[in-house]
């Protein structure tokens, strides 16, 4: 049964394609090489999918944050999948200091931005307080609109009051990251209430959730059927089930794009997803 209140409300799908974690030990569909990568989001991109969260690795599948790579996986990108909305990964397992954002003047769409630390499975997840501001500095030069990645809901706050304070190019975007060993884990009652925070704090931003492992299913779930957007990818999950790995980041995407169909939610166009973010045209 679809909720009246979202029917035909379109849903920004984001692929997360690769991620910093997972090797082809792990599932051999998990893109490593520029060539893999583009590819595997040209199957995403024709599944639903309007937004590329990309990281890129070394050839030996270690992560990188090579200028050079995230040039030639941009341009792949734009050639292969006309539109798309290109979004880099700042994040630190990638890199440390201010190579995590080497790659910003190459002006992606967007990049992912977190704004706070937290614990992940074996490490603390640093974020210091210098850094968010200068990796949000460097987004405002390049034009680059920020996904702020929330693993807390102290995270959301200080997206929210960042924003306020003018810190944040564009419109504010935030994505909810839910399964995190260590972190915020999936809670329903923890999802309902960052919704209503930023219903009521920030109503005229635009928000998604993202689920770790087998939680990535759920909590495409409860982002379709509460209105917002979500995410999904190899990087994340390499499952289809417990049994089954995932043949490709397209075969995620296609599940979330039939609960979508379910909610009688319309899957975003990628001009549809520019237009909701406030991106410029492609």
Known sequence: MSDTSVAGKPCILCVAITGSVPTK???????????????????????????????VRNDDQTPSSDPDRFA??????????????????????SGAGQARGGMLPLRPDMASLSVGSNNFPTRVYEN???????????MRSYEVTPEVEAF?????LQAIRLHQAGKLYGRLYVQF???VKNAMPADREVFDFYVK????????????????????????????AAGGHTRAGLEDNVRLDKDTLAPSNAALIARAAEICARYERPVATVAEARDLLGLRSA
Request: net charge negative; charged share 20%; glycine share 8%.
């Open 25 to 55: 030990e792990n599932n051999p569909a998990v893109p490593i090489t520029v060539s893999e990568q583009v590819e595997s989001t040209h199957e995403a991109f024709e599944a639903g999918a309007a937004i590329a969260h990309c990281h």
């Open 177 to 179: 990251v839910m399964g």
């Open 152 to 156: 807390d809901l102290s995270h959301i």
């Open 128 to 138: 210091p307080p210098d850094l968010v501001d200068w990796l949000a500095s460097e």
């Open 72 to 93: 030639a996986l941009k341009e792949g990108l734009e050639k292969h999948c006309p539109g798309m909305i290109v979004q880099f990964s700042t994040g630190g397992r």
């Open 197 to 224: 925070i930023m219903q009521e704090r920030a109503p005229d931003a635009l928000w998604c959730a993202a689920g770790i492992g087998a939680n990535q299913v759920v909590v495409n779930e409860w982002a379709i």
